[in-house]
């Protein structure tokens, strides 16, 4: 199944702490009504760090609903318009399978 995904480092207005380190990759449903976005860093050492926050979206007549993520009404909100605007831009669509370790990417 191929999925739209985007990514980009850098904060995203309207939350708290600043992350400018931090790459934000959004993976959405084949219909694109439904995502996630999820965050990681790369360390000094060239190690990846998955940062345990992730934020459920679901595209609704009114835009887009953000939850289950760290943070209050604000920052759903946030994280909502930031989705919205960024979904103006260009995705690569990257195919993933199931395997026995989980999810890969082809």
């Known amino acids: ?5 985007r990514s ?3 904060t995203i207005l309207g ?3 600043e992350t400018p380190g931090v790459t934000n990759v959004l993976f959405l449903s084949a219909d694109a009504k439904n995502g996630w976005m999820l ?6 050492d060239g190690t990846v760090e998955v940062i345990r926050n992730g934020y459920r ?14 943070g ?4 759903y909100q946030a994280i909502s318009a930031y ?11 990257l ?3 199931a395997s026995g370790r989980g999810c890969e990417a082809e």
């Open 1 to 5: 199944m191929a999925v739209p995904v």
């Open 8 to 10: 980009e480092t850098g």
């Open 15 to 17: 939350t708290s702490p």
């Open 39 to 44: 965050f990681f860093k790369v360390e000094p």
């Open 57 to 70: 979206l679901q595209r609704t007549n009114g835009g887009w609903s953000a939850g289950e993520g760290n």
């Open 72 to 75: 209050g009404v604000a920052t």
């Open 83 to 93: 989705v919205a605007a960024w979904l103006r831009r260009p995705a690569v669509r």
């Open 95 to 97: 195919t993933l399978s």
